[in-house]
């Protein structure tokens, strides 16, 4: 079924995204278009896909950023949670909504260079800097 609308995905607390070191170029480029918007107001949303084929996990779930026309993968929900966050997000894909969370990423500045990505059912945590 085709995507036709968005909708919140329902968790508890806080999950942390693993794997940004591979997409840190791609997180620049959100962050970069986050700050340029020059707003706390616009929420980084996270876009939750889940990724069948990955040859390393049958059961990854995805998770890409978007920012206004700006859309990259940023890293996984944490193999340990795939299974059931996969089982969890399918209901909504096959009635045509894409999953998604607020994103509040971390890092990217001279002090910490590396980012981090944290992901809640809330709004952001904080604005992102990076690194001028």
């Known amino acids: ?28 480029r959100v962050v970069s278009a986050w ?7 616009v929420p980084i949303l996270a876009i939750l896909r889940p990724e069948p084929f990955n040859p ?12 206004g026309d700006v859309t990259e993968t940023c890293g996984h929900i944490p193999a340990y949670l795939a299974v059931g966050w996969g089982q969890g997000l399918r209901p909504h894909l096959d009635a045509g909504r894409q999953p998604v969370a607020h994103a509040s990423v971390f890092g990217g500045t001279l002090e910490k260079p590396d980012y981090g990505v944290w992901l809640s059912s809330e709004r952001a945590l904080r604005r992102p800097r990076f690194r001028t």
Request: avoid cysteine; charge should be negative.
């Open 1 to 28: 079924m085709p995507i036709t609308d968005t909708v919140f995905y329902p968790f508890e607390g806080l999950q942390e995204v693993v794997g940004e070191s591979h997409y840190h170029s791609g997180i620049h």
């Open 35 to 41: 700050k340029t918007m020059g707003t706390a107001d």
């Open 56 to 67: 390393f996990d049958a059961h990854a779930v995805r998770v890409d950023l978007r920012f």
